[in-house]
Every structure is written in structure tokens, then in C-alpha cells.
């Protein structure tokens, strides 16, 4: 079983603050995505990373994924009210296995105003 | 184009009733998820349908659940008795074959249940 851990598990900060939130494994991934999910809704895709050692980069969110592609990194860059959410990374495993991805324990993010 | 569709959006129940869950894929998506999320649990897979046949339903906690997808555009997980400890948001999500890792699940509102 391929098992993501999160951290940290819940986060409150003020508004206009940096953060960062990690997804580990000791699995290799085919590719990781981190998806939002806000209260109430179900989880809405962000990104998807596929190559080990590489960034994408949306708006104030930086996304970058391990080089052994085992664990990926979110930061958010001066944090507003509205990236307030549940933050969720997903793993693929085996190439063929596309289908079906493997979540995270989730970090729970609340930024106040 | 509507996005995934989900019903009841609540249920409560009393244990030892049956409970189903129904969902209505993405027009055009060939496959189909069912998610169980809790705060202990986190979200989990509970089973997943391609083209309308269950692929893997290793996720499925037991007996008591069971999904069907009939056809394309409709699916049910039914909770036959229930228990509390089934208490939780489920989530049916869909997705498309052909964007090969990149590949997007689109989730619905999630039904929380109740079972008391």
C-alpha cells in the first residue's frame, strides 16, 4: 500500500504570510497532484507534477516535486482568506495505473484576515 | 456541461437501516470513483468503474457495501445494515481516459451521512 503523509496536519496563520506543506512517501510516483477542497465541496484539481525535480508555479501557489519523485512541496506565497481549505496531494504509482491515485492525510490550512 | 452530481447531499438514518447513495458521472467520462472521507481516515477509495464494470473494489470496507453503475451515467453504493461507524462524506468523483498521468478526477458535492 502506498501511503502520502502530510504536514503539518493543520495550519493557521495571518494573512500576507508565507507557507509550505509536504507530501512524503517512500513510494516512487508516476505523477503527484495537489487538488483544494473547500467546506462543503469536493476536492478540485490544482496541478499535476510528472518529472522529479520540477516546479509549476500558479499564481501565489509553487508546486515542486521531489527528484526521486518520492515527495512534492506546496508554498504559498503571501497567504489571502481565499486559499483557506482543505490541501489533498495525490499519488500515481505505476504508469499504468492512471486511473486510480492514492491521497494524502490532507493539511487543513486556515488564514485569517 | 454539469458537473458531477450527487444525492441525497444529507442523510441521517438510524442503525441497522439501508442506505443508498447515488451518483451521476460527468457526461462522456468512462470512469467512476466512490471516496469515503472522515477526519480519522482522511479520504479514502472505496471502489472505481470503468466503462461501467467495477475494476477494483479492494477498498470496499465490507460485505455491508456494495456498488452497482448500471449504466454510463448513473451509480449507487448501497449500505445494507448500516452502522454509526459508517458515518462520513461520500464522495463520487468521474474522470476521462486519453490524458494519459495528467488524468483529472471531477468530484461531487460529497453526501454526508448520518447513522445514528
Known amino acids: 500500500t502506498q501511503l502520502l503523509e502530510q504536514s503539518p496536519q493543520f495550519l493557521s496563520i495571518q494573512e500576507g504570510e508565507n507557507l509550505t506543506v509536504y507530501c512524503n512517501s517512500s513510494?516512487?510516483?508516476?505523477?503527484l497532484q495537489w487538488y483544494r477542497q473547500e467546506p462543503g465541496e469536493g476536492p478540485v484539481l490544482l496541478v499535476t507534477?510528472?518529472?522529479?525535480?520540477e516546479v509549476k508555479k500558479l499564481k501565489r501557489l509553487t508546486f515542486q516535486f521531489g527528484d526521486a519523485r518520492k515527495d512534492s512541496s506546496l508554498h504559498i506565497t503571501a497567504a489571502q482568506p481565499g486559499d483557506t481549505g482543505l490541501y489533498l496531494c495525490?499519488?500515481?504509482?505505476?504508469?499504468?495505473?492512471?486511473?486510480?491515485?492514492?491521497f494524502g492525510t490532507g493539511t487543513k490550512l486556515q488564514v485569517i484576515p | 456541461d454539469a458537473g458531477v452530481i450527487q444525492s441525497p447531499r444529507h442523510e441521517v438514518t438510524e442503525m441497522g437501516q439501508e442506505v443508498t447513495l447515488r451518483c451521476k458521472p460527468i457526461?462522456?467520462?468512462?470512469?467512476l470513483f466512490w471516496y469515503r472521507q472522515t477526519m480519522m481516515r482522511g479520504l479514502e477509495l472505496l471502489i472505481y468503474?470503468?466503462?461501467?464494470?467495477?475494476?477494483?473494489d479492494s477498498g470496499m470496507p465490507e460485505d455491508r457495501f456494495s456498488a452497482k453503475m448500471p449504466n454510463a451515467s448513473f451509480s449507487t453504493l448501497k449500505i445494507q445494515p448500516s452502522e454509526p461507524r459508517d458515518s462520513a462524506v461520500y464522495f463520487c468523483?468521474?474522470?476521462?481516459?486519453?490524458?494519459?498521468?495528467?488524468?483529472?478526477?471531477?468530484f461531487g458535492p460529497g453526501t454526508r451521512l448520518t447513522v445514528l
Open positions: 468523483a468521474s474522470s476521462q481516459t486519453g490524458t494519459g498521468i495528467y488524468n483529472e478526477q471531477f
Open positions: 513510494s516512487v510516483f508516476s505523477s
Open positions: 507534477v510528472v518529472t522529479g525535480g
Open positions: 495525490a499519488g500515481r504509482g505505476r504508469p499504468g495505473g492512471y486511473q486510480k491515485v492514492t
Open positions: 457526461s462522456g467520462h468512462d470512469y
Open positions: 468503474f470503468n466503462n461501467n464494470v467495477p475494476i477494483d
